[in-house]
């Protein structure tokens, strides 16, 4: 029983955990505060809940008892003013009365707080890597433990880091805020980034035995839905919206039983998610209503292309060739150039796309990129080109740190191999 109650409780804390840590945030205007208060919450339920039972409200008691103890430490340390007066007052008179005054304003800023958290936890000054694992933690509830598990990391590694952003944050005097108009647009490009790359890690792991990790993708989703009703008016929210519902749709007919990967064209379109297919349609049909034309929405736009297809013979190609030639002008990336080489061959012929492939092959930024040669591989065997096919499958299988991509890639070698001497 106890340890029932326990999962319970842990449950309810991942779900409270982000409002709960933005309300604090706000009140402290310390995010390492606060989510030490939060877990000091977590402690006092795992001691009091057993015996009280779950509370009817469960996200006012923790978010009541965690400013108690906030209180208390001002108090230690002789800090007060009288604003802190005023809520200890309000928070000393009794459990259950601060429960009450909780409830009532508990949710008045309450997504601005998630909001103002989401811009902190990815704001420019941390790196990358510290943005995803704070994210994750703060926002997407997840333990140190998980974390280190979803990136194959070392749980010290991912402590450390998510340590060092903390300290990072109050080090640079970050403040807890929703930025100015003029930042806005970067500030949030920057919370888009990690979102999608925590979702992209889950769609295509970069390391370790799985071809995908669907728990990351869930969370990604989660907070990209969040974001979405907290900035309804930015289109490019709905297009990552939109992009990673539609993605999501294919998560389990991307691998066969055995966990081996599974392209997209052979895939078996009715077992796709018709239900995350639908929502991302409707994503992106409120980005494109709201005027969008960036990265997020046109990449979506080439998602909905193959989502509408109920075959693989019904894609238009020649469409998704034209999106991703506008959004090549837009990012100026290889790796999109690289998108659109497939879509080319798709739409005119292997050759065409080799044209495209070949002139990427001194970009620097693509040096040790696995998929250049593996797709480099796949137009050369469409081409009849087999020995060549196979040297470069080989080279793609050296580069990938995926177990289940480098079996892949070394059977499609095989393959080739077997074809030139026939």
Same mark, same amino acid.
């Given at each position: 029983?106890?340890?029932?109650?326990?999962?319970?409780?842990?449950?309810?804390?991942?779900?409270?955990?982000?409002?709960?840590?933005?309300?604090?945030?706000?009140?402290?205007?310390?995010?390492?505060?606060?989510?030490?208060?939060?877990?000091?919450?977590?402690?006092?339920?795992?001691?009091?809940?057993?015996?009280?039972?779950?509370?009817?409200?469960?996200?006012?008691?923790?978010?009541?008892?965690?400013?108690?103890?906030?209180?208390?430490?001002?108090?230690?340390?002789?800090?007060?003013?009288?604003?802190?007066?005023?809520?200890?007052?309000?928070?000393?008179?009794?459990?259950?009365?601060?429960?009450?005054?909780?409830?009532?304003?508990?949710?008045?800023?309450?997504?601005?707080?998630?909001?103002?958290?989401?811009?902190?936890?990815?704001?420019?000054?941390?790196?990358?890597?510290?943005?995803?694992?704070?994210?994750?933690?703060?926002?997407?509830?997840?333990?140190?433990?998980?974390?280190?598990?979803?990136?194959?990391?070392?749980?010290?590694?991912?402590?450390?880091?998510?340590?060092?952003?903390?300290?990072?944050?109050?080090?640079?005097?970050?403040?807890?805020?929703?930025?100015?108009?003029?930042?806005?647009?970067?500030?949030?490009?920057?919370?888009?980034?990690?979102?999608?790359?925590?979702?992209?890690?889950?769609?295509?792991?970069?390391?370790?035995?799985?071809?995908?990790?669907?728990?990351?993708?869930?969370?990604?989703?989660?907070?990209?839905?969040?974001?979405?009703?907290?900035?309804?008016?930015?289109?490019?929210?709905?297009?990552?919206?939109?992009?990673?519902?539609?993605?999501?749709?294919?998560?389990? =007919?991307? !691998? %066969?039983? *055995?966990? $081996?990967?599974?392209? @997209? #064209?052979?895939?078996?379109? &009715?077992?796709?998610?018709?239900?995350?297919?639908?929502?991302?349609?409707?994503?992106?049909?409120?980005?494109?209503?709201?005027?969008?034309?960036?990265?997020?929405?046109?990449?979506?736009?080439?998602?909905?292309?193959?989502?509408?297809?109920?075959?693989?013979?019904?894609?238009?190609?020649?469409?998704?060739?034209?999106?991703?030639?506008?959004?090549?002008?837009?990012?100026?990336?290889?790796?999109?150039?690289?998108?659109?080489?497939?879509?080319?061959?798709?739409?005119?012929?292997?050759?065409?796309?080799?044209?495209?492939?070949?002139?990427?092959?001194?970009?620097?930024?693509?040096?040790?990129?696995?998929?250049?040669?593996?797709?480099?591989?796949?137009?050369?065997?469409?081409?009849?080109?087999?020995?060549?096919?196979?040297?470069?499958?080989?080279?793609?299988? =050296?580069? !990938? %740190?995926? *177990?289940? $991509?480098?079996?892949? @890639? #070394?059977?499609?070698?095989? &393959?080739?191999?077997?074809?030139?001497?026939?």
């Amino acid at each position: 029983m106890t340890t029932e109650i326990h999962r319970t409780i842990e449950a309810v804390f991942r779900i409270e955990s982000p409002r709960l840590i933005a309300g604090l945030a706000r009140m402290l205007r310390d995010v390492g505060a606060a989510e030490e208060l939060a877990q000091d919450a977590l402690i006092a339920a795992m001691e009091q809940w057993p015996q009280s039972g779950v509370p009817q409200n469960p996200g006012a008691w923790l978010m009541a008892s965690a400013k108690h103890r906030g209180i208390d430490q001002l108090r230690r340390r002789k800090m007060l003013d009288r604003k802190h007066e005023q809520l200890a007052y309000e928070i000393d008179t009794d459990q259950e009365d601060a429960v009450a005054a909780v409830e009532d304003s508990l949710d008045d800023d309450i997504g601005d707080d998630l909001l103002r958290l989401m811009f902190t936890a990815c704001h420019p000054v941390l790196s990358t890597e510290a943005r995803v694992a704070l994210t994750l933690r703060l926002l997407g509830g997840l333990t140190t433990a998980e974390i280190a598990r979803a990136f194959l990391s070392p749980e010290t590694t991912i402590a450390q880091r998510i340590v060092r952003a903390k300290k990072t944050l109050a080090d640079k005097q970050v403040p807890f805020e929703i930025p100015a108009e003029a930042q806005r647009a970067e500030r949030l490009a920057s919370v888009l980034e990690v979102i999608y790359l925590i979702f992209n890690e889950g769609y295509s792991a970069t390391a370790g035995d799985d071809w995908t990790r669907p728990a990351l993708c869930e969370d990604a989703l989660r907070l990209g839905r969040v974001l979405a009703g907290l900035v309804p008016d930015e289109p490019e929210v709905h297009g990552l919206v939109a992009l990673m519902e539609i993605q999501a749709s294919r998560l389990k =007919t991307r !691998t %066969n039983a *055995a966990g $081996e990967p599974i392209l @997209l #064209l052979d895939q078996n379109r &009715a077992l796709w998610d018709h239900l995350l297919i639908r929502r991302g349609l409707v994503a992106l049909a409120q980005a494109e209503k709201l005027g969008g034309q960036g990265s997020y929405v046109l990449q979506a736009a080439i998602a909905a292309c193959h989502a509408r297809a109920l075959t693989a013979d019904a894609t238009d190609w020649i469409r998704i060739a034209t999106l991703y030639a506008q959004l090549s002008v837009l990012l100026q990336s290889p790796v999109v150039e690289l998108n659109r080489a497939v879509a080319m061959t798709m739409a005119f012929g292997p050759q065409a796309g080799l044209d495209i492939v070949d002139a990427l092959m001194e970009e620097p930024s693509l040096r040790g990129y696995h998929l250049l040669p593996s797709v480099r591989g796949d137009l050369l065997e469409k081409l009849g080109r087999f020995d060549e096919a196979r040297t470069e499958f080989e080279k793609a299988a =050296t580069l !990938t %740190n995926n *177990a289940r $991509e480098q079996q892949f @890639l #070394l059977g499609r070698a095989s &393959a080739c191999a077997e074809r030139s001497a026939t």
